[in-house]
């Protein structure tokens, strides 16, 4: 399973090169099983793991003689040259990246790292490793990658130019609903039942506030954070107004900004924003946003239906394109403007008027391609792709 993570070949071979090899995102997507994996297949065998959660590991890497450092890793029964050292949670230490650096520059020893978060991961290795390194960031599974860790066979066709196909339909629907309402971290997908799906959930969100948190920010109310992140849920594909939302938690609006930026950089939520290419018939509006996993989202909030479809789809489309949306002044609107070519709209049940409805906007948008993404049956209308069919 490992394998059908899509970011894996692509991670292997990088971890061959000289660069050091960053892994980050969010906690419980997968990222110690995925280096584990990448250290077995490594033809170079002259490799150690090294866990940042361990205090004894954690005080190495505090020593400031470099060289020290390097003559540890050796009494580990490393050789000198050509050696591959893995260090997972780095966040948990972002000083020791001044030591990675010293150790790479002098003597080419090549870093795999992990991190649960671009809090600070991003920021450090921008500074303090400048061409010496490649992010690479994990996701939980998308569709595609839920369905090989559930074992069931798929094709993947090209669904720009699919429509809707019912016996697809009826073999994968049961495996999509699953999908929008547990969403894609691997320990949910493989959990046996609703019951310990949700009990996975609520335990990863209570990982994220009670140890991202602490590990990577200054944020001293957890409460705060966690009926923020509970009200975001609610308004899950909406616009983000700062001061209605400053308003009705209590918090200041520069500490609302702040609270959501934190948010978008520990991939909690991730925001849209708009399609601006004819300025004189649309309006500047604020971004959008959608959370990163709709299971995560819907342990937070009572959402509905169609907010739970589209934030799923949104989650499908990031692996596809860039992704904005559309506004004009009177309030209409495109859900999705994919790489600035495809106009996407997304109903539970389509229907022909909605098909009229996004020809006639995407005309305004001057964008010439469309597509209607549906969840359901539409009874006498198929000029849409199924939302599954999205891979």
Same mark, same amino acid.
């Given at each position: ?21 960053? &892994? ?17 297949? &490594? ?79 991003? %920021? =450090? ?17 998308? @569709? ?15 669904? #720009? ?21 547990? +969403? ?29 948190? #602490?590990?990577?920010?200054? @944020? ?34 520069? $500490?609302? $900004?702040?609270?959501?930026? @934190? ?24 971004? #959008? ?24 789809? @949104? ?24 790489? *600035? *070519?495809?106009?996407?709209?997304? *109903? ?6 909605? =098909? ?6 995407? #005309? ?18 198929? %000029?849409?792709?199924? +939302?599954?069919?999205?891979?």
């Amino acid at each position: 399973m490992i394998y059908s993570r899509k970011i894996y070949s692509e991670l292997l071979k990088h971890s061959k090169t000289p660069q050091v090899t960053v &892994l980050t995102g969010m906690r419980r997507t997968g990222k110690t099983t995925l280096i584990k994996k990448l250290l077995s297949d &490594l033809p170079n065998k002259n490799s150690i793991f090294l866990d940042f959660q361990r205090l004894d590991i954690r005080e190495i890497f505090q020593e400031k003689n470099y060289e020290a450092i390097r003559n540890h890793l050796i009494s580990q029964k490393l050789y000198p040259k050509n050696m591959i050292v893995v260090i997972d949670e780095i966040q948990l230490m972002p000083d020791a990246t001044s030591a990675i650096k010293y150790l790479h520059d002098h003597y080419g020893i090549k870093f795999i790292i992990t991190g649960s978060s671009s809090y600070y991961l991003k %920021n =450090l290795f921008s500074e303090s490793l400048a061409g010496r390194k490649k992010i690479f960031e994990l996701y939980p599974l998308d @569709f595609s990658e839920f369905l090989t860790f559930k074992n069931v066979n798929f094709k993947a066709l090209n669904w #720009k130019s699919l429509q809707f196909n019912k016996l697809e339909y009826n073999r994968l629907s049961s495996y999509y609903e699953e999908f929008i309402r547990f +969403g894609g971290f691997p320990q949910v997908v493989l959990a046996q039942n609703q019951s310990e799906k949700l009990d996975n959930l609520k335990d990863i969100f209570s990982s994220y506030i009670s140890i991202d948190i #602490k590990s990577l920010a200054d @944020f001293s109310d957890e409460r705060n954070l966690y009926n923020l992140a509970k009200l975001l849920a609610s308004r899950v594909g909406g616009r983000i107004d700062y001061s209605k939302l400053a308003s009705l938690t209590g918090l200041s609006r520069p $500490t609302v $900004t702040n609270y959501l930026s @934190f948010f978008e950089k520990t991939y909690l939520i991730k925001t849209v924003g708009v399609y601006t290419r004819n300025i004189d018939r649309e309006i500047v509006k604020a971004n #959008k946003f959608f959370f990163c996993d709709t299971g995560i989202a819907n342990i937070l909030a009572d959402i509905s239906g169609g907010s739970q479809f589209e934030n799923t789809v @949104f989650n499908q489309l990031t692996k596809q394109g860039q992704i904005q949306y559309y506004s004009l002044k009177n309030g209409n609107e495109i859900d999705f403007i994919l790489d *600035k *070519k495809l106009a996407l709209e997304v *109903k539970e049940t389509p229907t022909s008027e909605d =098909l009229s409805f996004l020809l006639k906007i995407s #005309k305004i948008a001057k964008v010439n391609k469309i597509k209607l993404v549906g969840r359901n049956i539409s009874p006498k209308f198929d %000029n849409y792709v199924w +939302g599954g069919s999205i891979l």
